[in-house]
Nanobody, 124 residues
Framework: QVQLGESGGGLVQAGESLRLFCAAS????????MGWFRQAPGKEREFVAA????????YYADSVTGRFTISRDNAKNTVYLQMDSLKPEDAAVYYC?????????????????WGQGTQVTVSS
C-alpha cells in the first residue's frame, strides 16, 4: 500500500508556470506506475499525465502535450508535474495516483491509490 500527498498548487496568471509535487510513503514506490489527473468544478476527473515505473516512458493528454512534463525520482519517492504556459482551462484540483497495473491506462479505474489533491487556479 502507498499513501500519496500532493503540494505545489496555487494561483498563477495565464502563461506562468507551476510545479506540482506528489510525495509517496510506504513500500516499493518504484513498483507503481504514477499518474496525474485533474477535476474542474462540474466536470469528471480526467487524465493529465502518467509515467512508467522506471520513469523511462511518459504519457500525456492531448490538451497538455508540449506544456506539461511528468517526472519521478524513485530515490525520493516523489513524482512531479511541471506545468508551463498555463491556461485558464487548466484550473482544477490536481490529483496524484498510483497504479499496480502492468499496462498504461488513462481511466480513473486503472489507478489504485489517490492523494487528496491540490488546487491550481489560473487567472486570465
Amino acid at each position: 500500500q502507498v499513501q500519496l500527498g500532493e503540494s505545489g498548487g496555487g494561483l498563477v496568471q495565464a502563461g506562468e508556470s507551476l510545479r506540482l509535487f506528489c510525495a509517496a510513503s510506504g513500500r516499493s514506490f518504484s513498483s507503481y506506475r504514477m499518474g496525474w489527473f485533474r477535476q474542474a468544478p462540474g466536470k469528471e476527473r480526467e487524465f493529465v499525465a502518467a509515467i512508467s515505473r522506471s520513469g523511462s516512458t511518459t504519457y500525456y493528454a492531448d490538451s497538455v502535450t508540449g506544456r506539461f512534463t511528468i517526472s519521478r525520482d524513485n530515490a525520493k519517492n516523489t513524482v512531479y508535474l511541471q506545468m508551463d504556459s498555463l491556461k485558464p482551462e487548466d484550473a482544477a484540483v490536481y490529483y496524484c495516483a498510483a497504479s499496480q497495473r502492468l499496462r498504461h491506462g488513462t481511466g480513473t479505474n486503472e489507478y489504485d491509490y489517490w492523494g487528496q489533491g491540490t488546487q491550481v487556479t489560473v487567472s486570465s
